[in-house]
């Protein structure tokens, strides 16, 4: 709150109009939000499956490799070499699933992407309507959106760069 205060404050000297917003209570109330959650549930569901039947795989050649002491050094050697090649194929999925940047993130950036533009498209047009320099997401603490003449930023690049000579 006390972040609020601070940016509020010059602008309200200056006679700016300021509005605020909770991103967070906006998504809870939309059911396209919910609609993308239940899908990538779904599709993460998906991907758990396939996981678990990897594992399932290794899980079977690990029991196989211990109870067989009758096996041939060159059948054993197969399953080692499956075995391992399994451990890298699971790693592998689960890194391109999950990881950074992984197709979980990039599916869950598709889907919440156009709630997102729609937001944000929906402050911008209020914003202009009711003539709102500033708008502040009260969830995030940051400005969402500031009027190209508020914006003092060239300002503060010119006086540093002029104090630095």
């Given amino acids: 709150m ?3 205060i ?6 309200l000297l200056l006679g700016q109009t300021i509005a605020v917003f909770d991103s967070d209570v906006v998504f809870e109330s939309l059911g396209e939000v919910n609609d993308a959650r239940e899908l990538l549930e779904i599709e993460i569901d998906e991907w758990e499956l396939h996981v678990d039947s990897l594992q399932e795989e290794i899980d079977l050649l690990e029991e196989d490799l211990s109870r067989t002491l009758m096996m041939s050094p060159e059948r054993r050697q197969e399953k080692e070499t499956l075995l391992a090649e399994k451990k890298i194929q699971i790693e592998a999925f689960l890194s391109s699933i999950f990881g950074p940047g992984g197709t979980m993130e990039r599916r869950n950036e598709e ?9 944000n498209e929906a402050v911008l047009e209020i914003a202009s309507e009711e003539d709102i320099q500033i708008v502040l997401d009260a969830s995030a603490g940051q400005v969402v959106y500031a009027e190209a003449s508020v914006d003092i930023t060239d300002k503060v ?5 002029r104090g630095n000579d």
Wanted: glycine content about 0%; aromatic content about 4%; hydrophobic content about 80%.
């Fill in 2 to 4: 006390k972040l609020f």
């Fill in 6 to 11: 601070l940016l509020a404050l010059p602008a």
């Fill in 111 to 119: 889907l919440v992407s156009p709630i997102i533009a729609a937001i």
């Fill in 157 to 161: 690049i010119d006086m540093v760069m």
